[in-house]
Nanobody
């Protein structure tokens, strides 16, 4: 009922910046918290940042002060601004949305992922 499409990944030098976008469609009104996760080769997927419907945010310790998550309700889009990028940030980044369908039912929608590579 909710579809997510990420964009904005690519190759960037250490210390550079990228801005990821996540466009949501479908049953938009059911979305509560949105967020970004990432997965590097051979590692577990880790939560990077979340943002609630009203704008409350949380970040992983590894990205605090460098990454900023935001949300544009008018365009049904979430963003992840990534500054001061490090090689350790290299991963596939996934957008997700927690949807509440009512009647006690909920599920998580996931995007297809976008590759971020930080290298000289």
């Amino acid at each position: 009922q909710v579809q997510l499409v990420e964009s904005g990944g690519g190759l960037v030098q250490p210390g550079g910046s990228l801005r990821l976008s996540c466009a949501a469609s479908g049953r938009i009104s059911s979305i509560n918290t949105m967020g970004w996760s990432r997965q590097a080769p051979g590692k577990q997927r880790e939560l990077v940042a979340t943002i609630s419907r009203l704008g409350s945010t949380d970040y992983a310790d590894s990205v605090v002060g460098r990454f900023t998550i935001s949300r544009d309700n008018a365009n049904n889009t979430a963003y992840l601004q990534m500054n001061s990028l490090k090689p350790a940030d290299t991963a596939v980044y996934y957008c997700h949305a927690h949807a509440n369908l009512g009647y006690g039912a909920a599920y998580t929608a996931w995007g297809q992922g976008t590759q971020v590579t930080v290298s000289s």
